[in-house]
């Protein structure tokens, strides 16, 4: 009996997988498999450094993670030579932090990746043509999506290079305007297989090139022609896509009444419809597209195009599955809204925007009848008043979003009125409100609270943002921009109970010091800092930022006068993931700059009135931070450098923007939200 029992464990033990010795030190890692590593590396995604640390860890994490990556996004392209030999399983390439890409990087891409490479994103890149294009296309058979937007140099002979890609389904083509016709028959005669096309602002498409994309690639389902000069011509052959989802027609003054009769033709999949700008649709064509539709279109846009009158609500009652309208800009009347309001559909998102003609009576008539709202959007309503906040919160119990900034009549108690039945609210934007510490204690009751601006809301003070604190614990963004009655108890507050903020704007609050710095310091996931015109912030506070925020990439500190070279350096230490700084108006001198050159990500740089810059310091400074794209200076200092730096910096993918403006004190806040409203008035 024991005979068997020692037989059966030493059996067990042969089969358990032994740790082999490694010069006499035991490395448990050896013996993870690359499915479980490839675990540990799914849950590091959020922060690159992280997986930097973990793939130094020993040779087999380092084989490891390069097996596992396959996304790339290089900071420059002069990487890509090493980078792509260090991860060759890559299937998406992000090329947007690289100014500069010429086609012998497309052509290193294409090589490394002939088998793996799905897509590709040059959306803001230039210096490539039709020849890095096409090794790209005629190499890569696997490539499902490119992204050329913003190439505004391409002509049709790079379009002709895109059509080689057999397997292409998505293509974004945005202000491409030298593209033509001619371009775009090759990409619909090549790319059959295309599902999405943008083509915003190919000024030179016209019918003719969209009628071939309409013939020719069947299987369409989002269909992008905002600002084209096309006409009723190539309509009928867009509305026969048998699979046609997404259609916008944005900007497209040939587009009339008379060319949405044609909708009568087909496309009976169309879910979402976009006609912004189009002034010269009105209730006769929105009727004939409503009495043409069989139940499939659920968000409809109409921002800035007709009035919205009883006659052009009247014309969408028909429209059955719609469930979102946008009519952001246009001039609505009280008979408009009610006949929304009386639609059998129930809407879950509107939008007002910006509308002038909203009022009480109108409101309310939707609200009533549309209790599923999900979203609404009443910006700059600037007629609405207590009674609105109230059906809002009596009907509107599950809403989700509500952006309400500047409507200016709103009292204070009706805000106390969104925490008693918002349970439901995820974003909340009061911009520019009376809110008090009173409607912030009822608003904080939102628990589900991820977005909150409060922006120029000059009756809350600590005691209302406290509150805030303490019980939204889900929140990830929040905006106090010039809340002149907060400081640092507030930012205690918040960053004790929201450990998961993102981002903070604090500009202009000019009670905060660098105890409420140091207590946001907490909040690792920070990615964002507005801290603009705090004048009691000092390098100290922003240090501890950049010791307990790795994530940091935006931050502003303009106007912060204490902040000088003993800020630069922590942050040049610590923040290795800041992409752009605004340094205006502080004491930072030549040292701190030049330090910042060892943040590899520093792309953009606004360092505006800076009196301890030297034109010998900011030579330096620019030619040591290689991966700038962007710079804000002072007019003077471009008689100050030579010329044959500025080109160099150029041609490496510099974009520089020249300021002349002159030193001014800053405004008491309500003198500058007096002079704001005069302004918009």
């Known amino acids: 009996m024991s005979s068997s029992k020692s037989q059966k464990k030493s059996q067990s033990m042969k089969r358990q997988k032994t740790i082999p010795p490694n010069n006499g030190n035991n490395n448990v890692f050896h013996v993870l498999s690359d499915e479980i590593i490839f675990i540990i590396l799914d849950c590091l995604e959020q922060n690159p450094i992280d997986k930097k640390s973990f793939s130094l860890v020993c040779k087999s994490f380092h084989a490891a993670e390069s097996k596992h990556r396959k996304k790339l996004k290089p900071l420059r392209s002069d990487h890509l030579p090493r980078v792509l030999r260090r991860y060759p399983y890559v299937t998406h390439v992000d090329l947007t932090l690289c100014p500069r890409v010429p086609d012998a990087s497309l052509a290193a891409v294409s090589k490394a990746y002939r088998s793996t490479l799905r897509s590709i994103d040059l959306s803001r890149s230039n210096c490539f043509s039709g020849t890095g294009l096409l090794s790209l296309t005629a190499n890569c058979k696997n490539l499902v999506e490119i992204d050329l937007s913003n190439a505004t140099e391409l002509r049709d002979s790079a379009a002709a290079a895109l059509a080689e890609a057999k397997n292409l389904e998505k293509l974004w083509l945005g202000r491409c305007k030298m593209v033509t016709d001619m371009g775009v028959g090759c990409i619909a005669v090549g790319c059959k297989k295309l599902t999405l096309i943008h083509l915003k602002w190919c000024l030179r498409v016209t019918d003719l090139g969209v009628g071939l994309l309409a013939v020719k690639c069947k299987d369409l389902r989002s269909l992008d022609l905002s600002y084209l000069p096309i006409t009723d011509k190539c309509l009928p052959s867009i509305f026969e896509l048998q699979y046609l989802e997404d259609l916008v027609l944005e900007g497209c003054f040939g587009i009339d009444d008379d060319s949405l009769s044609t909708f009568k033709h087909g496309c009976k999949s169309l879910k979402k419809l976009e006609i912004s700008s189009c002034q010269n649709i009105s209730h006769v064509g929105l009727s004939a597209l409503a009495s043409c539709s069989e139940g499939c279109l659920e968000q409809l846009v109409l921002s800035y195009g007709s009035p919205v009158t009883l006659a052009l609500a009247d014309s969408l009652e028909k429209l059955p599955t719609l469930q979102s309208i946008k009519l952001d800009g246009c001039l609505v009347t009280c008979a408009g809204l009610k006949s929304i309001g009386n639609w059998c559909v129930s809407l879950r998102e509107l939008s007002l925007s910006k509308c002038v003609g909203v009022t009480d009576e109108g409101l309310s008539s939707i609200l009533k009848k549309h209790k599923d709202l999900r979203k609404l959007d009443i910006t700059c309503c600037r007629e609405i008043t207590y009674a609105s906040i109230a059906q809002i919160s009596e009907s509107c119990t599950a809403l989700t979003s509500l952006k309400m900034e500047s409507c200016t009549l709103v009292p204070r108690e009706a805000f106390v009125l969104i925490g008693q039945r918002g349970q439901t609210l995820e974003e909340i934007d009061i911009t520019d409100n009376e809110v008090d510490d009173e409607g912030l204690n009822s608003i904080s009751r939102c628990s589900e609270l991820s977005s909150l601006k409060l922006g120029i809301c000059l009756n809350i003070t600590d005691n209302g943002v406290v509150n805030i604190g303490m019980r939204c614990m889900k929140l990830l963004e929040l905006d106090l921009y010039r809340c002149t009655g907060i400081s640092d108890s507030s930012m205690s507050a918040i960053a004790r109970g929201c450990p998961g903020l993102e981002m903070i704007n604090i500009a202009y609050c000019k009670d905060i010091t660098d105890s409420s710095l140091i207590s ?68 930072v001198t030549d040292v701190g700059l030049l330090s910042l050159a060892s943040i590899s990500c520093l792309q953009s740089l606004t360092i505006l009135h800076l009196k301890g810059l030297s034109p010998n310091g900011l030579a330096a400074a620019l030619l040591a931070c290689g991966g700038l794209t962007k710079v804000k200076l002072q007019t003077t200092f471009k008689s100050l450098l030579p010329k044959a730096l500025f080109e160099h910096l150029e041609a490496r993918g510099c974009v520089f923007q020249w300021r002349d403006k002159f030193f001014r004190a800053e405004l008491d806040p309500q003198c500058w939200k007096i002079q704001l409203e005069d302004i918009m008035a």
């Open 520 to 587: 946001l310091s907490k909040c690792s996931s920070l990615n964002t800092v507005e801290s603009r015109g705090c004048p009691l912030i000092t390098s100290l506070g922003l240090a501890a930022i950049a010791v307990g925020c790795k994530q940091l990439t935006k931050l502003d500190v303009k106007k912060c006068s204490n902040i000088d070279d003993a800020g630069m350096i922590p942050l040049a230490h610590f923040s290795q993931n800041l992409r752009q700084i605004n340094l205006s108006y502080s004491s």
